[in-house]
T-cell receptor, first 112, second 114 residues
Framework: EDQVTQSPEALRLQEGESSSLNCSYT??????LFWYRQDPGKGPEFLFT???AGEEKEKERLKATLTKKESFLHITAPKPEDSATYLC?????????????FGIGTKLQVIP | NAGVTQTPKFQVLKTGQSMTLQCAQD?????MSWYRQDPGMGLRLIHY???????DQGEVPNGYNVSRSTTEDFPLRLLSAAPSQTSVYFC?????????????FGQGTRLTVV
């Protein structure tokens, strides 16, 4: 069974204090790993898709990396507007349906 | 370009009532899906569709029906609402039929069953 574990569950940072969020996953074969941002009361907003180990993608202060067992979302010099819940999800390339398994998320708070 | 539109945003149902959650997308995406999000749990897939006329079950399909008569619309029907179906429901779409590309989510429907 596919599993996604995100850590920490919550993270509080001072503005400008860089850190990383972790997503550990177990799949029989990875079709894709996704990062989303979710603001309170809103739907998830797409950030990145990673398809193979060693792949990296960047967007503004965010950088996502992927290994065979985990992905990291690095946040450099965060600002208060980066406060949100960050969701990780994986899609297995096997199984009977196009299943995407989501983690519970990391709730990030950036304090001015 | 509206993206993915869900209606209603909020709904209260009595146990045993039925209702339809609407979802429409204007991006001509093949893949559409319904998720529920509960506290302490990740988003869980209810049903999905890889194109008009094609639907299939996800992880938690019991108590829900879907249909896909057009590319744009993917309604979710609750047959006989139960308190366990109290949740936030999200509809999503992506252009790849395999669903392994970025998904666009609606704003969600917060459903309470009393």
């Amino acid at each position: 069974e596919d599993q996604v574990t995100q850590s920490p569950e919550a993270l509080r940072l001072q503005e400008g204090e860089s850190s990383s969020l972790n997503c550990s996953y177990t799949v029989s074969g990875l079709r894709g790993l996704f990062w989303y941002r979710q603001d309170p009361g809103k739907g998830p907003e797409f950030l990145f898709t990673l398809y193979s180990a060693g792949e990296e993608k960047e967007k503004e202060r965010l950088k996502a990396t992927l290994t065979k067992k985990e992905s990291f979302l690095h946040i450099t010099a965060p600002k208060p507007e980066d406060s949100a819940t960050y969701l990780c999800a994986v899609q297995d390339n096997g199984g009977g349906y196009q299943k995407v398994t989501f983690g519970i998320g990391t709730k990030l708070q950036v304090i001015p | 370009n509206a993206g993915v539109t869900q209606t209603p945003k909020f709904q209260v149902l009595k146990t045993g009532q039925s209702m339809t959650l609407q979802c429409a997308q204007d991006m001509n995406h093949e893949y559409m899906s319904w998720y529920r999000q509960d506290p302490g749990m990740g988003l869980r897939l209810i049903h999905y569709s890889v194109g008009a006329g094609i639907t299939d079950q996800g992880e938690v399909p019991n108590g829900y029906n879907v249909s896909r008569s057009t590319t744009e619309d993917f309604p979710l029907r609750l047959l006989s609402a139960a308190p366990s179906q109290t949740s936030v429901y999200f509809c999503a779409s992506s252009y790849s039929r395999t669903g392994n590309t970025e998904a666009f989510f609606g704003q969600g429907t917060r459903l309470t069953v009393v």
